[in-house]
């Protein structure tokens, strides 16, 4: 454990490394109690940071030193000293090889990070500061040095791999035997990875834009070997993917993937060795549903495209993150909007922008894009860092268009080719390539908080002019009272009484992109003969909030007529979302609910469309979720979302019944099935379908989920169904399919971990007991980050009626398993207690009570730096 209260590391501090390291040689005996590392490093000093030798500084921790060496000499215990996360190291000349012997417990690591044990396999996580539990090294990203890497094990551990090309493999003479690996890219100590294990593996190759042969292998456990196929396609298509949108080419001959079952994140770059959490890689239509198919294939492109921004361009310290994970966010966004529909893509992430995001910039760890401090890194891997970040990214490609963006992004890759460099390098690479300035927008890395537009507009008859004026705003955020205009890109469209999109200018163009630059600022625009109805914020041009006193018939005109998918789909979320406010506003004041029976008429018009994507009706048809609400609200008063929500939702599903079930059965086909966009579309809508027709808890309805849960083929059907039984069906009934799913699939681990979320995500079955008992399970284990996600994770951030619970125990029980978590894994306790730190924004009782269990984290003891930064901060 760390100190309980950790030093803030601020960037304004940033200073160069002392000392180069032109190689690093590491060999390693594999031990599961006593592993010992040897490396070798070629040190130089650092011309550029100034004169003198000052003591070489090297990071390490939970390290057992047994010798430290310099040219071949033993050093003496006088000139080396352990310090704090450490080892400081007397230096006499500018140039020496050190080398330094330590041991480590890769079985006694629960904190999943340096190197581990998993299921019997090695694995290692090295970022953002993990390798300092491998070895004392300097473990910052701007180091980059030349790895070699030999592995030394038992037979029974008969894959033994490391980052780069194989250039030896033998036998010891004690029977062992060993693999080296040389990687010929210099690169951070955070991208090293290493794996042994029993693994079999799938092998296929790819012949890159240039000519050259690549192997492609992924590694698993020998039962999940039928579970690669997916996973090799979309690493095919998005190698394809990347040479064509961004002239990129994979340049080692060899890239591999391994799956891991204990893993804190979706995945890692690491150089030619991706490492993923088995969830993110392993898959089959029995087993996985369309949702499964479609993370995977964006998380497998996301780390490949990692290779050139993030590894070949690294970042210069862990301020930058976004640098690397917000460019590459973006990347693999554009990538899934391309290989499925682009509509129903950016729906996705906006929605998860506006619940998460937004909410992360309303509470009490707001920070920039580029934060300015951090106590503990691992807590920046956010929403903010990555989603938002990519925002920002996407805002360039807005403002630039797609080719001067390449010309950008070609001039960062050329001239950062082996860099460790800045946010401020990608923006200005971005600004010489295209002859603009980007100053005002750099705003968007520095300055936290969501903005929000006010817009109003008038009509003149007389000259049949039209003026938009907006005005900008960002609340204050901590640290950050004030904040100095933005500069946001407001895509617009204006639309006429027939539903056209009229010309904005002489040019004829009917979509502009507005450059919103100040407080307040006016738009002109004329030659209309009527007054035109504005199309705000477009394809969500920028991440920020739009205020328009739309009326309830302009909604319905847009939710019809507006020809930008993602406005249409907008406009319908807005016309929901007053009604759903009516409706909280009526349930506080005890009056008799109703629904408006426009929204009603509108989501009947939605169904019948049979020209729209099946995909973007089903995304049409959803109502926004309880956390959208609670973000958008004031004060979040939980008992009236969840009762407001409930009801118009068992409202729509008795008016559209007939509609529900006509599109149901029309969309429930007999046929093999495939991961194709198309075929995911329909299923998507038809299962919605069958969720609204179970929320009437009509025994007919459920007949019609049981059936589909009996005979269903593949695992998106399968699921459905049994969500909307756990949901609405009879209780005895239920337990009854839980457990015939559970008896068929419970030597999967991921379907396993599918049935734990569904239980503990449900609002109906999903109490607090249920969950409870679920961690007593045979199959649970609080040191696999997969299963805490799926039972503690699923009810903290998914189950918000349960975890609401007006006594209070929802937050009493998460405020323990984060306790007892933070001895064993700190990172994912740190994450798993963020749904606590927002009591400031419930009414006053339920607030208390959520502040109160956040209290009894910070009296529990001896927390870690992770743990402690984010109670502290919340309870500030
Ligand atoms: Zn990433």
Redesign the pocket.
């Known amino acids: 454990m760390k100190d309980a209260q950790p030093n803030t590391v601020y960037l304004k501090d940033y200073k160069l490394p002392e000392y180069l390291i032109d190689s690093t040689k590491l060999h390693f005996e594999l031990q599961p109690k006593g592993t010992l590392v040897k490396s070798q490093l070629k040190v130089r000093r650092n011309p550029a940071a100034g004169a003198g030798l000052p003591p070489l500084l090297l990071d390490g921790v939970e390290l057992e030193l047994l010798s430290v060496s310099i040219d071949g000499q033993l050093v003496p215990a006088s000139r080396y000293q352990e310090i704090p996360a450490g080892l400081s190291i007397e230096v006499e000349k500018p140039e020496f090889e050190l080398e330094i012997c330590n041991r480590i417990s890769p079985e006694n690591n629960t904190s999943l990070e340096g190197l581990y044990l998993s299921n019997g396999m090695y694995c290692t996580q090295c970022e953002a500061e993990g390798f300092r539990k491998i070895t004392y090294y300097p473990d910052r990203p701007d180091v980059m040095s030349k790895f070699t890497t030999t592995i030394v094990a038992p037979r029974q551990y008969p894959v033994l791999l490391s980052n780069g090309n194989e250039i030896e493999r033998g036998a010891t003479e004690d029977g062992r035997h060993f693999v080296t690996w040389e990687d010929p890219f210099a690169k951070p100590a955070y991208l090293f990875a290493l794996v042994a294990g029993d693994l079999q593996r799938v092998e296929d190759s790819y012949t890159t834009a240039s000519g050259r042969q690549v192997t492609l292998q992924i590694y698993t456990e020998a039962k999940n070997i039928g579970k690669c196929a997916h996973a090799m396609r979309s690493l095919k298509k998005a190698m394809r993917w990347d040479e064509e949108v961004y002239g990129r080419e994979y340049d080692l001959d060899i890239f591999m993937i391994v799956a891991v079952d204990h893993f804190n994140m979706g995945a890692m770059?690491n150089k030619g060795l991706n490492i993923f959490n088995s969830a993110c890689v392993l898959a089959s239509p029995e087993t996985a549903t369309d949702a499964t198919f479609q993370r995977i294939e964006a998380i497998v492109a996301?780390?490949y495209f990692?290779n050139w921004s993030?590894n070949r361009v690294t970042c210069r310290d862990w301020f930058q993150l976004s640098l690397?994970?917000g460019f590459?966010?973006f990347r693999d966004a554009e990538f899934s909007a391309d290989m499925n529909s682009r509509a129903v893509k950016r729906i996705e992430d906006v929605s998860l922008l506006r619940t998460q995001q937004f909410a992360e910039d309303a509470g009490p760890m707001a920070h920039p894009v580029r934060p300015d401090s951090y106590m503990e890194i691992s807590n920046f891997y956010t929403l903010t860092v990555y989603e938002k970040g990519a925002e920002v990214v996407r805002m360039i490609h807005t403002l630039l268009g797609a080719e001067g963006f390449r010309k950008g992004s070609d001039l960062y890759f050329d001239r950062h080719d082996g860099q460790a460099v800045t946010c401020e390098d990608f923006v200005k690479a971005m600004e010489d390539a295209n002859g603009v300035d980007l100053t005002q927008f750099r705003r968007w890395y520095s300055q936290a908080g969501t903005p929000v537009l006010d817009v109003t507009d008038s009509y003149d008859e007389a000259s049949g002019s039209y003026t938009l004026t907006v005005r900008q705003s960002c609340p204050p955020t901590p640290g950050q009272k004030e904040k100095l205009p933005f500069h946001i890109p407001l895509a617009l469209g204006l639309l006429s009484a027939e539903g056209k999109d009229l010309p904005l200018d002489e040019a004829g163009n009917t979509q502009l992109v507005l450059p919103v630059t100040e407080a307040e600022q006016t738009f002109h625009f004329s030659g209309f003969a009527e007054k035109p109805l504005p199309s705000l914020l477009r394809g969500f041009s920028a991440p920020v909030k739009v205020r328009y006193d739309y009326s309830s018939e302009q909604l319905l005109f847009l939710m019809r007529n507006d020809s930008d998918a993602f406005n249409r789909w907008d406009a319908g979320q807005r016309l929901a979302f007053a009604a759903l406010g009516q409706l909280q506003k009526d349930y506080r004041n005890g009056k008799t609910l109703q629904l408006q029976p426009e929204l009603v008429e509108a989501y009947r018009s939605v169904l019948r469309n049979r020209d729209l994507d099946p995909a973007l009706v089903a995304k049409m048809l959803a109502l926004p979720s309880e956390q959208t609400l609670a973000e958008e609200a004031e004060r979040i008063d939980a008992e009236a979302i969840i009762e407001a929500r409930k009801f118009a939702r068992h409202a729509l599903a008795e008016a559209l019944k007939e509609d529900l079930l006509e599109s149901y059965r029309r969309l429930h086909k007999d046929k093999p099935y495939s991961p194709e966009a198309a075929d995911i579309a329909e299923r998507s809508l038809k299962n919605t379908c069958l969720d609204y027709l179970c929320a009437t808890e009509d025994a007919d309805a459920l007949l019609l989920a049981q059936q589909q849960f009996d005979k269903a083929a593949n695992m998106t059907d399968c699921a459905a169904a049994l969500a909307a039984l756990v949901n609405y069906g009879n209780e005895t009934d239920v337990d009854k399919s839980l457990e015939t799913f559970y008896e068929r699939w419970k030597l999967d681990t991921q379907v396993v971990e599918l049935w734990f979320s569904l239980q503990s995500g449900s609002a109906r079955w999903g109490t607090l007991e249920r969950v409870q008992t679920l961690m007593a399970h045979p199959a649970f284990e609080l040191k696999n980050p997969n299963k805490v996600r799926a039972v503690i994770g699923a009810f903290a951030n998914r189950n918000f009626a349960q975890f609401h619970r007006t006594d209070g125990s929802g937050f009493e029980f998460v405020a323990q398993q984060v306790i007892a978590l933070d001895k064993l894994n700190p990172q994912i306790a740190a994450r798993l207690v963020i749904p606590l730190t927002r009591w400031k924004k419930y009414s006053s009782a339920l607030g208390e009570k959520m502040r109160q269990s956040l209290e009894s984290v910070m009296q529990s003891g001896k927390l870690s730096a992770d743990l402690y930064e984010v109670v502290s901060k919340s309870l500030q």
């Open positions: 770059e996301h780390e990692h993030g690397k994970e590459t966010v």
